[in-house]
């Protein structure tokens, strides 16, 4: 088919013809734009003034770059279910604790010992009473927030505490309470001292206003 092309254009005849079609095709559609574009100018001079044109021509060019911008926009990169999961369960950032992190965060012990949720409430800074605590400045628990193991809720405008998700308590109740029999003399002493403390009492640098 190639070689039959190329036989017929380097024929004088057919080669005549050929550049007569592809220059009347050329011209047909150069006749047929500029019928377009003549119609679009006289769309706008007869139903807008000369003084709106500008305003309209201002608009297509800022939809057109809209358009392209729109086209040109980074498609964000999802967030692996592994990484996902990671940041929003807080049971399984608790079961991969070290033993020397099972030593910083065993607080969270305090609340399946008290066989509550939640801590006390506590006066918010800001407000004068001697009874106002802040934990915000205390590492463990920032950690704990961030991972969503600790949460706080409002009493009113004026108090605060501290919410444990229900299955990290779950986990810690498990873990050290249900065969209190198996437990280190030790930790039997710290559990004994979690009942008898309130929560900021574990703290003993937590902040008094």
């Known amino acids: 088919m190639l070689q039959y092309l190329k036989k017929i254009w380097h024929d004088p005849v057919w080669s005549k013809v050929i550049s007569t079609v592809i220059i009347a095709s050329a ?8 019928n377009i574009f003549k119609n679009i100018i006289d769309f706008f001079q007869k139903y807008f003034d000369e003084s709106s044109i500008p305003w309209f021509i201002s608009a297509f060019i800022f939809l057109a770059f809209l358009v392209q911008l729109k086209r040109k926009r980074k498609i964000p990169i999802p967030i692996s279910n592994t990484n996902t ?7 399984q950032w608790v079961q991969n604790f070290s033993l020397e992190e099972h030593a910083r965060y065993l607080f969270l012990l305090w609340f399946p010992v008290n066989h509550t949720l939640r801590s006390q409430s506590y006066r918010k800074p800001g ?6 605590i802040s934990f915000e400045h205390i590492p463990e628990i920032r950690d704990c927030i961030d991972k969503k193991v ?7 405008k004026m108090e605060f505490g501290l919410e ?3 299955d990290v308590y779950e986990y810690f ?4 309470l249900r065969d209190s029999k198996k437990l280190a ?3 039997k002493l710290i559990i004994s001292n979690f ?6 009492q574990l703290f003993p640098n937590s902040k008094s206003f």
């Open 173 to 176: 109740d498990g873990l050290y």
């Open 164 to 166: 444990v998700d229900r």
């Open 150 to 156: 600790l949460k706080y809720f409002h009493q009113n």
């Open 185 to 187: 003399d030790e930790l």
């Open 195 to 200: 009942q008898t403390r309130s929560f900021e």
């Open 85 to 91: 999961n990671q940041i929003n369960n807080p049971l």
């Open 27 to 34: 011209g047909t559609t150069l006749y047929f734009l500029i």
């Open 127 to 132: 407000y004068r009473s001697i009874e106002s």
